[in-house]
């Protein structure tokens, strides 16, 4: 075998192993930070459970809406409409005045519609009371609810993120020995 020939293939397939190699290791620290995130939201959201209460001033409360379509095929598409209820308040702490935005803890099913989340975003009026969890060390840090309304995400932040990373890093491995076998192959077929 003429080693001169082989040379282009050696640096495409150094290329490619490489890139193999560094988007498996991404995969890897991509689940360490889902499962990182996966487990602060699980921390956050029992550390609510004991936040001190407060009573806040309701300034505004609007409706949040978003639409989702599930194909990109026209005829296809189903498109579906969330509406989440957001309330911004003010409340005192320690002398000191803190403003906030926290979702509403009282939210609508999905097939319920605008007007029905409309109907709860007008309950809460400008100036009426409304309970507020704050968190004692960081009172500028507060929340509607002890637990938010999507509180199980955390779990498949976890879940996702603890797959992801002995994926990345088994497959790291596979592509780093199957580029040696190739490689010492390839040495001992140019000793040859």
């Known amino acids: 075998m ?20 560094l988007l498996c290791l991404g995969f890897a620290v991509g689940g360490a930070a889902a499962l990182w995130h996966g487990l602060a939201e699980r921390d956050k959201n029992n550390a609510a459970q004991t936040w001190p209460v407060v009573e806040a001033k309701v300034l505004c409360a609007r409706v949040k809406s978003s639409e989702t379509k599930t194909a990109s095929q026209p005829g296809l598409q189903f498109r579906s409409a969330t509406h989440q209820v957001i309330v911004n308040y003010s409340y005192t702490v320690g002398g000191k005045t803190y403003s906030a935005i926290a979702a509403a803890p009282r939210q609508i099913a999905d097939d319920e519609g605008w007007s029905a989340a409309q109907a709860i975003a007008d309950s809460y009026t400008t100036g009426s009371p409304i309970i507020v969890y704050y968190r004692f060390d960081r009172p500028s840090e507060s929340r509607l609810s002890r637990i938010e309304v999507s509180s199980d995400t955390w779990f498949w932040y976890t879940v996702g993120g603890g797959l992801a990373i002995p994926v990345g890093l088994l497959g790291a491995c596979f592509f780093g020995l199957r580029w040696q076998a190739k490689r010492d192959t390839a040495f001992e077929t140019a000793e040859a």
């Open 2 to 21: 003429n080693p001169s020939s082989a040379t282009p293939n050696r640096g495409v397939a150094a290329f490619a192993w490489w890139f193999s190699v």
